[in-house]
């Protein structure tokens, strides 16, 4: 059983949850609907930030990169991804989007978080997660000592599958997570992470599609609990916040995979 000592139940006083039960034991947790589509979120204010700040495109202006090429996606500085990014006409996205959201936080972080795809409020603020499920990962983040303005031990990167949103907030489908797959790879290899917070049923399914084969058919339950790789760092899987949101109850299990994170950063948790 996980003894908590005060800060760490201030800690889950963060993320919402109030009432911790011993978490279930790890690889036998509950299957979960697909994590939802990130939309319906309340618009808060976002946090400013200075890393990685996306440019809005203007969709008349000259488009300098309008393929994801992998080939060379593969050997861009982080600028230059983000001028990629920002430019991208890859798939039909860039039609609708008002901003790319390319991703925020400390570009030496040990720490990645991914989530799915921008909502309304990240187009709108091109910045990923600003909307509700953003405050409650902000909440999450900070009761594992981590902020998206942090660096050092309190650095965080947290970037999506899809830099542009889907309209209306549908699903991504498979040929925009095929054509944005490599700004993702190459952020990991940029920021050589080490360990990789999965948030979501898209976001596992993208990073684990080599390693798991069958990662498409499997509920988000049977994916947790469990150490996974991508590109040789450990990913950690676990609920999107939007979907935590509407299912509070199991707060407590995404608690349970932020310590398995944690434990990973600090070398215990068994490969
Ligand atoms: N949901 C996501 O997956 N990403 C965001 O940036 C916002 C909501």
């Given at each position: 059983?996980?003894?908590?000592?005060?800060?760490?139940?201030?800690?889950?006083?963060?993320?919402?949850?109030?009432?911790?039960?011993?978490?279930?034991?790890?690889?036998?947790?509950?299957?979960?609907?697909?994590?939802?589509?990130?939309?319906?979120e309340a618009a808060v204010p976002a946090a400013?930030?200075?890393?990685?700040?996306?440019?809005?495109?203007?969709?008349?202006?000259?488009?300098?990169?309008?393929?994801?090429?992998?080939?060379?996606?593969?050997?861009?500085?982080?600028?230059?991804?983000?001028?990629?990014?920002?430019?991208?006409?890859?798939?039909?996205?860039?039609?609708?989007?008002?901003?790319?959201?390319?991703?925020?936080?400390?570009?030496?972080?040990?720490?990645?978080?991914?989530?799915?795809?921008?909502g309304e409020n990240e187009?709108i603020q091109?910045e990923?997660f600003v909307g509700q499920a953003g405050q409650l990962l902000d909440n999450?983040?900070?009761?594992?000592?981590?902020?998206?303005?942090?660096?050092?031990?309190?650095?965080?990167?947290?970037?999506?599958?899809?830099?542009?949103?889907?309209?209306?907030?549908?699903?991504?489908?498979?040929?925009?997570?095929?054509?944005?797959?490599?700004?993702?790879?190459?952020?990991?290899?940029?920021?050589?992470?080490?360990?990789?917070?999965?948030?979501?049923?898209?976001?596992?399914?993208?990073?684990?599609?080599?390693?798991?084969?069958?990662?498409?058919?499997?509920?988000?339950?049977?994916?947790?609990?469990?150490?996974?790789?991508?590109?040789?760092?450990?990913?950690?899987?676990?609920?999107?916040?939007?979907?935590?949101l509407?299912?509070?109850?199991?707060?407590?299990?995404?608690?349970?995979?932020?310590?398995?994170?944690?434990?990973?950063?600090?070398?215990?948790?068994?490969?």
């Open positions: 059983m996980m003894q908590l000592d005060a800060r760490q139940r201030a800690m889950l006083e963060e993320m919402g949850v109030r009432v911790f039960r011993p978490e279930l034991p790890l690889g036998r947790m509950d299957d979960a609907p697909p994590s939802p589509p990130p939309g319906g400013r930030v200075a890393v990685a700040r996306p440019a809005t495109v203007a969709h008349a202006a000259p488009i300098s990169v309008p393929r994801a090429v992998p080939g060379e996606i593969a050997g861009m500085d982080w600028d230059a991804l983000q001028q990629a990014v920002a430019s991208c006409q890859a798939c039909g996205l860039c039609k609708s989007r008002k901003n790319t959201v390319f991703g925020v936080g400390d570009t030496q972080a040990r720490w990645l978080v991914v989530g799915e795809a921008p187009d091109g990923p999450m983040l900070k009761a594992v000592g981590l902020n998206r303005q942090g660096s050092g031990a309190q650095g965080v990167y947290i970037a999506n599958v899809l830099k542009c949103r889907p309209p209306a907030n549908r699903n991504p489908q498979p040929e925009e997570v095929l054509q944005c797959e490599p700004y993702l790879r190459r952020q990991v290899a940029l920021l050589q992470p080490q360990v990789i917070l999965a948030l979501g049923r898209f976001a596992a399914q993208s990073l684990l599609q080599s390693s798991v084969p069958e990662v498409a058919t499997l509920p988000l339950g049977k994916l947790r609990g469990q150490v996974h790789y991508y590109e040789g760092v450990p990913v950690v899987v676990s609920y999107h916040p939007a979907y935590l509407r299912t509070p109850q199991d707060k407590a299990k995404a608690w349970a995979d932020l310590c398995l994170a944690l434990d990973l950063m600090r070398g215990g948790a068994p490969a």
